[in-house]
């Protein structure tokens, strides 16, 4: 088996989005084994790969996510971190809420939210679109969730969404600032979750987590308000894409004319978005029992890396993958394990994202109308740079609506 030896935590720092994609091509892209925070690994990539993670008999989640990604990202305790029968019944709870017919509901939420916002952006000069966006669906998806909240205190909970995000691979400031978020929206949101606890329940998802029961018990209200941080979180993420969207139209301003006017060609668009632009690098599990895979043996207990990045840019699965063609994705089935930024398989059973439909749907909404709407780009740095994880546009980017 194809092995380096030294730990790889510092080329990640160096290299960001590149590092796994190269170690793999340098080992023609046969499983690499590794060390990573002292921990020993072996990266895989490519649908095969995909399939062989997301069988729950290989692949256990427990354990398998370092403790400075719960403490910003994720949260101690979260659906993530879970195997086997908790797993299956925390899951239930997601899929009910995020998966049925809530998901048209938040669509046309943050596409009211957006109509909104761009009412004050008109006239306003420079707005960053990153900013901006994050506060139309953080907005929008803790309305949907019945959490009410006043505006200010609405602007610094999209605040703390983002810099969960933003701060989770990263040491020093960035980091801090994750942690604290983390830290006030869990204490405020555990809160919150004991007051509802003593209404009737109520169809929404805050009401929904508070008296979600597990073998007969309720969440403590910690873990409850980890899990709601799990829907609002992950859907102000979104943001990210968005600005990556703004990116594709404004480099490709011909795709823009087709996303106004057809909505498969702006299905085509996101998940060409979700393929081709830097958001999750890798994904972590480890073995739950002796493997072998790829003339590979991987015992019990390995740490195993799964490649979303260079899967996506990988031209035995996408030809020509460094071009942004939304075309590829039109009148085209997807395979389970092929597009995976949000994971691979059936997301009702594993650990595929269940936020997945709702993904697909929002960005859907925001791009025709940002396709819709009259605004041009001032000049600004629209560079990405992939060394930074998660990668963001330099500039945010910056818009004006005239
Ligand atoms: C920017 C868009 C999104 C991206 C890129 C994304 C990506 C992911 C990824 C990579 C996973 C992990 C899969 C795994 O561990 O195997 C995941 C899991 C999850 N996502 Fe998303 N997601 C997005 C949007 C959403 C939304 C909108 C929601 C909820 C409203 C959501 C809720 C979740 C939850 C609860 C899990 C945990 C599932 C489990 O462990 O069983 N995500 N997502």
């Known amino acids: 088996m194809a092995m380096d ?3 790889q935590s510092l080329a990640i720092a160096i290299k960001g989005y590149a590092w796994l994609p ?3 091509r340098r080992h023609q892209g046969r499983p690499v084994a590794l060390r990573l925070l002292g921990r020993r690994a072996i990266a895989i990539g490519g649908p095969a ?4 993670f ?18 910003t990202l994720f949260g101690r305790g ?7 029968r908790q797993h299956d019944l925390r899951k239930a ?5 995020l998966m049925g017919d809530g998901v048209e509901t938040l669509a046309k939420l943050v596409g009211v939210s957006f109509d909104e916002a761009a009412d004050r952006w008109r006239g306003a000069g420079e707005i960053s679109l990153f900013d901006e966006t994050a506060v139309v669906i953080s907005d929008a998806v803790t309305l949907w969730c019945g959490v009410r909240e006043n505006e200010r205190d609405r602007n610094a909970l999209a605040r703390d969404m983002i810099s969960m995000i933003d701060g989770f691979a990263t040491a020093g400031p960035r980091h801090a600032r994750a942690r604290l978020a983390r830290r006030r929206r869990e204490h405020r949101l555990a809160e919150l979750m004991e007051e509802v606890r003593r209404e009737d329940p109520s169809p929404c998802a805050l009401s929904a987590i508070a008296h979600h029961m597990a073998d007969g018990y309720l969440l403590d209200a910690r873990t409850a308000a980890v899990e709601l ?6 859907a102000t993420a979104m943001t990210w894409l968005v600005a990556f969207a703004a990116h594709a139209m404004e480099l490709r301003p011909e795709t823009r004319a087709k996303i106004a006017d057809s909505d498969e060609y702006a299905a085509a668009f996101v998940h060409e978005v979700r393929r081709f632009y830097p958001f999750a690098p890798f994904l972590a599990g480890r073995a739950a029992r002796d493997l072998y895979f790829q003339h590979t043996d991987i015992p019990r207990g390995t740490e195993l890396l799964l490649d979303v990045y260079g899967q996506h840019h990988d031209p035995r699965v996408w030809p020509e993958p460094y071009e942004f063609r939304p075309e590829r994705f039109l009148r085209r089935p997807i395979g389970e394990f092929e597009l995976i930024p ?3 398989g059936d997301p009702r059973t594993g650990h595929r994202c269940p936020g997945e439909q709702i993904t697909i749907a929002v960005l859907g909404t925001l791009v025709q109308r940002l396709a819709r709407l009259e605004y041009y780009l001032p000049p600004q740095d629209l560079s990405i740079d992939i060394t930074r994880i998660p990668a963001r546009v330099r500039s945010g980017p910056r818009i004006v609506v005239p």
């Open 342 to 344: 949000q994971g691979g």
């Open 78 to 84: 979260a659906v993530h971190t879970l195997d086997g």
């Open 49 to 52: 790969a995909a399939r062989f």
């Open 93 to 97: 709870l997601f899929t009910a809420l």
């Open 22 to 24: 190269d170690l793999r």
């Open 54 to 71: 997301y069988d729950a008999a290989n692949v256990e989640r427990h354990d398998a996510i370092p403790g400075p990604v719960l403490d």
């Open 5 to 7: 030896r030294l730990d």
């Open 229 to 234: 941080i799990n829907i609002i979180r992950p």
